[in-house]
């Protein structure tokens, strides 16, 4: 692993825990069908947290724009794993939800990816795993504060 002299091992630490989080999110992203790519179960992963929104609401909490949101929601509405709406005060917004199969398909990720994160908790004695956990609580916290690092779920 190529590390810079100058290199402050905390954040060293934390890019190495990077890699295995993004590693996990990405192996846990294949409990979806093989055609659902990992973009589009992303897009499913945050929207069953935000429910029925505007799909410009929904491009914000991914950081991506609008056209992006459009064009992986257009196929996941041809799977049956989001349905498109209008809002009630104004029907020129487009709003998307998760079907009850894309809630499914969700849950079958989610399971998948506490399964592995569990398992790799369960490599650690009780009172790593607990400090690992409080850590990780406090980072998740620390991201809040920080409107371009927000937790936005993979």
């Known amino acids: 692993m190529q590390i810079l002299e100058d290199a402050d091992p905390d954040v060293v630490a934390l890019d190495g825990l990077t890699l295995v989080l993004v590693g ?15 973009p589009q179960t ?6 069953d947290r935000l429910g029925r929104v505007p799909s410009s609401r929904l491009a ?33 917004v487009v709003t998307l939800e998760v079907t009850e199969a894309g809630h499914e398909l969700v849950a079958q990720v989610l399971d998948r990816r506490h399964a592995a994160l569990g398992a790799l908790l369960d490599r650690l004695p009780a ?28």
């Not at 996990?24 to 990992?38: S, Y």
């Not at 992303?42 to 929207?47: P, T, V």
């Not at 914000?60 to 992986?72: E, H, P, W, Y």
Request: proline letters at 6%; a positive charge; hydrophobic letters at 50%.
């Open 24 to 38: 996990i999110a990405w192996e846990c992203a294949h409990a979806a069908p093989p055609e659902v790519t990992f």
């Open 42 to 47: 992303r897009l499913l992963l945050i929207l």
């Open 60 to 92: 914000a909490a991914m950081g991506v724009n609008a056209s992006s949101v459009t064009r992986l929601a257009d196929r996941l509405e041809g799977l049956g794993y989001v349905a498109r709406g209008r809002d009630e005060r104004n029907r020129s």
């Open 127 to 154: 009172t790593q795993r607990k400090a690992a956990a409080t850590a990780a609580r406090r980072l998740v916290h620390a991201a809040e504060t920080v409107p371009a690092l927000g937790p936005v779920p993979l």
